[in-house]
Structure formats: structure tokens, C-alpha cells
């Protein structure tokens, strides 16, 4: 069984910086994409980055380039969201979540329970 335990949330200055990890246990990362999402109040689930099993790299959200950053360590099995420059209108639940397909995909098979980002201006 697949799970992923997000961490690295918390509230920060606008213009600030945050790094977020997601550790999966139960698959390695060569064998599943792993993707960033986040939901902010009273807004749908959005889709921000995601990696695939290859290592390629799918963008889902322009406000975040140049800004926000996927990475994975494949021997600590966890990715990583690398986020500068936060803006107020980041403060979301942010989710990572599996593929099995090892593509990036909205439809992912396994979410983790989410981590909080707030951002003051």
C-alpha cells in the first residue's frame, strides 16, 4: 500500500520561502509519478507540479514558474516542492499525490493528507 506523508508547511512573510517534502513509503519512485496539488479556500483543488517516474516534469499552474520548484531524492524516496518568492495568494492545503501510470496526471491513484501553507502580506 502506497502512502504519503506531506511536511515542511507553516506560515511565512510574503516573499518568503518554503520547501515542502512528500515521502512515499510502499513504492519507489521509479515506478510511480508523484504530483503537487493544492486547494486554497473556498477554491477547487488545483494542480501545481508534478514528476514523472522518468524524472520529466509537467507544469500545471503558470502562476507558480519561476518560482516554484520540483525535485526528488530517490534514495530518501521523497520529492520535493521548492517554493520562493511566496505570494499571499499561495496560502492553500498543499497535497502530493501518486500516479501509478508513472505520468503525470490529475486523475492520481493516492493522496496524502496535505500540509498548510499561509502566506501574510
Known amino acids: 500500500q502506497l502512502q504519503l506523508v506531506e511536511s515542511g508547511g507553516g506560515l511565512v512573510q510574503s516573499g518568503g520561502s518554503l520547501r515542502l517534502s512528500c515521502a512515499a513509503s510502499?513504492?519507489?519512485?521509479?515506478?510511480?509519478?508523484i504530483g503537487w496539488f493544492r486547494q486554497a479556500p473556498g477554491k477547487e483543488r488545483e494542480g501545481v507540479l508534478c514528476i514523472s517516474s522518468r524524472g520529466a516534469i509537467t507544469n500545471y499552474a503558470d502562476s507558480v514558474k519561476g518560482r516554484f520548484t520540483i525535485s526528488r531524492d530517490n534514495a530518501k524516496n521523497t520529492v520535493y516542492l521548492e517554493m520562493i518568492s511566496l505570494k499571499a495568494e499561495d496560502t492553500a492545503v498543499y497535497y502530493c499525490?501518486?500516479?501509478?501510470?508513472?505520468?503525470?496526471?490529475?486523475?492520481?491513484?493516492?493522496w496524502g493528507k496535505g500540509t498548510l501553507v499561509s502566506v501574510s502580506s
Open positions: 510502499g513504492f519507489s519512485l521509479d515506478y510511480i509519478a
Open positions: 499525490a501518486a500516479s501509478t501510470t508513472r505520468r503525470c496526471t490529475y486523475a492520481m491513484d493516492y
